[in-house]
């Protein structure tokens, strides 16, 4: 089975699409996907569907959504077998080996195969490794990878709950995590420049993110544009005094004054708000 959930829901069995277009249904499939063999309670996917409102119905009906589900797997798998020539057998899976239910819940068994968030974590967590070891290149590499597996905010045609939402906004603080990381490493190699327009835009949509704005102040200041990099500040420090009511963090201050003290062509030491001290950016 192959999984895709960081961008559109995509679930394959032998090569054959188990998505279903119902919104109900396609939810369930989300969340058991998410979560490929693990199990996942009732209650986690009737609060997904229902909210806090469930009808008294609600197991009878979510018992619909999964025989729905294993008829579109049954489907992939007799194709998948026909495409192999095989007659079907003992040992081959079944609708229910493959969407499991157990004590308390459900199980989606992958036998297996791919996830995209299982590969997101792997090389991510192989990327903040190299980090560690200073390996900045291997860290960029791997870092940049894992962000390649995005094609856009996960379940992005997913009509979620509450469940989903909660899985949503988690995913989207792991994968800028790997994203400041791997600017981080960019930065670490002297790619300032090649960073400017990323960073641009970056800085547009995450209008608080305080990492991300200190990364494309010293981007700027690198690249000769240090007026440009003080501005950056001061739209930053707006931004959270008028909406937050904070001002910038410690860190991101000592950037500032490392900027307007340094000459235009003189190194700089770059806040690093990970570890809340000043390093220094080659």
Not at 247 to 266: H, K, N, V
Request: with cysteine.
């Amino acid at each position: 089975m192959d999984i895709e959930v960081l961008g559109t829901l995509a679930v394959r069995e032998h090569g054959r699409s188990i998505t279903p277009t119902a919104p109900k249904p396609r939810q369930v499939l989300a969340l058991l996907a998410l979560h490929a063999d693990q199990v996942v309670p009732v209650s986690a996917l009737i609060e997904e569907l229902w909210a806090g409102t469930p009808p008294r119905s609600a197991r009878t009906t979510l018992q619909t959504y999964v025989l729905q589900l294993r008829a579109l797997i049954a489907t992939a798998l007799e194709q998948g077998a026909d495409g192999e020539g095989n007659e079907g057998g003992a040992g081959r899976r079944t609708a229910k080996d493959v969407l499991v239910t157990l004590p308390g819940g459900y199980l989606l068994n992958s036998g297996g195969g791919t996830s995209d968030v299982r590969e997101f974590d792997r090389l991510a967590g192989m990327g903040y490794r190299a980090m560690d070891a200073g390996d900045f290149p291997g860290a960029a590499r791997l870092l940049r990878e894992a962000l390649s597996l995005w094609s856009g905010p996960a379940f992005a045609d997913v009509q979620g709950g509450i469940q989903l939402d909660m899985e949503t906004r988690r995913l989207e603080e792991t994968r800028l995590c790997a994203l400041d990381q791997r600017i981080e490493a960019d930065l670490r190699i002297g790619r300032h420049r090649e960073l400017l327009a990323e960073l641009t835009v970056l800085a547009s949509r995450y209008r608080t993110h305080e990492n991300l704005h200190g990364q494309f102040m010293l981007a700027l200041h690198r690249s000769g544009r240090r007026g440009e990099a003080l501005d950056v500040y001061q739209r930053l420090r707006g931004t959270l005094v008028r909406e937050l009511g904070l001002e910038p963090s410690a860190s991101l201050r000592r950037l500032q004054r490392s900027i307007l003290m340094a000459g235009p062509d003189s190194p700089v030491g770059a806040a690093d708000t990970n570890s809340e001290r000043l390093v220094r950016v080659g």
